[in-house]
Nanobody, 131 residues
Framework: EVQLVESGGGSVQAGGSLRLSCAASGFTGSRYCMGWFRQAPGKEREVVATIYTDGGIGTFGAYYANGVQGRFAISQDSAKKTLYLQMSSLKPEDNAIYYC????????????????????WGQGTQVTVSS
């Protein structure tokens, strides 16, 4: 059974930091996209960051949504099969449920930024930023 399990969410004051983790299990294949989406109350689910992995080479092609560029960093520990999202300088507008996503992708092109591009989702973790 494939699984994505997020952790690391919580409450923080504006300007603070959090690190989200996503543990992947049960997946096969060495070429894939992983990333983070978020959904705030009353809003559409939107991409936050994505990254491509080719097991024979490493991770590359990190993409960030405009609103998080320079504040968030996506990374992966392949040995631990864990994806991370380091979030700094958090703002109240970052309040949302954050979801980890994954899809198999043979070609080393940019990962999709639309939710329809991903067939595996975690259960989500809440991030609350107070002003």
């Amino acid at each position: 059974e494939v699984q994505l399990v997020e952790s690391g969410g919580g409450s923080v004051q504006a300007g603070g930091s959090l690190r989200l983790s996503c543990a992947a299990s049960g997946f096969t294949g060495s070429r894939y996209c992983m990333g983070w989406f978020r959904q705030a109350p009353g809003k559409e689910r939107e991409v936050v960051a994505t990254i491509y992995t080719d097991g024979g080479i490493g991770t590359f092609g990190a993409y960030y949504a405009n609103g998080v560029q320079g504040r968030f960093a996506i990374s992966q520990d392949s040995a631990k099969k864990t994806l991370y999202l380091q979030m700094s300088s958090l703002k109240p507008e970052d309040n949302a449920i954050y979801y980890c996503v994954r899809r198999r992708q043979a070609l080393a092109t940019m990962c999709p930024s639309d939710r329809s591009g991903y067939n595996y989702w975690g259960q989500g973790t809440q991030v609350t930023v107070s002003s």
